[in-house]
């Protein structure tokens, strides 16, 4: 008696083995495959046709990826708003002034 085993057949599908090939290669005719084909494992795979390829795509680009940074700045330098802290109310300029919202503007409350 011969064994076929399903990851046997599901290989052979993917090496690109026709059914006839599979029966072939076995020595079961393909009457017989035809049956075995019905598995619920099995039923409705097919050959996994292999993708020939005529052209070989070369990468002729520099290895270094150059990519943006951010400022490197470092924290100490930069002023107390520009890090996330807030501004006391004693560094705000006394000239500036604070201006009423319009209550036509639709954001108004």
């Known amino acids: 008696?011969?064994?076929?085993?399903?990851?046997?057949?599901?290989q052979?599908?993917?090496?690109?083995?026709?059914?006839?090939?599979?029966?072939?290669?076995?020595?079961i005719s393909?009457?017989?495959?035809?049956?075995?084909?019905?598995h619920p494992k099995l039923k409705?795979?097919?050959t996994i046709k292999p993708k020939v390829?005529?052209?070989e795509l070369q990468d002729d680009?520099?290895?270094?990826?150059?990519?943006e940074t951010p400022s490197q700045t470092p924290e100490s330098?930069?002023?107390?708003?520009e890090i996330g802290n807030p501004v006391s109310?004693?560094?705000?300029?006394?000239?500036s002034e604070m201006v009423e919202a319009d209550s036509s503007s639709p954001w108004a409350n």
């Not at 393909?30 to 019905?38: A, C, P, S």
């Open 1 to 10: 008696m011969i064994t076929l085993t399903i990851t046997g057949i599901q």
């Open 12 to 27: 052979d599908l993917k090496d690109g083995l026709t059914r006839k090939a599979i029966a072939e290669k076995y020595g």
């Open 30 to 38: 393909q009457t017989e495959l035809k049956i075995h084909m019905k």
């Open 44 to 46: 409705g795979k097919k």
């Open 53 to 55: 390829m005529i052209s």
């Open 61 to 67: 680009t520099q290895d270094s990826v150059e990519r």
């Open 77 to 81: 330098e930069l002023e107390p708003t």
């Open 89 to 95: 109310n004693e560094e705000v300029d006394d000239n």
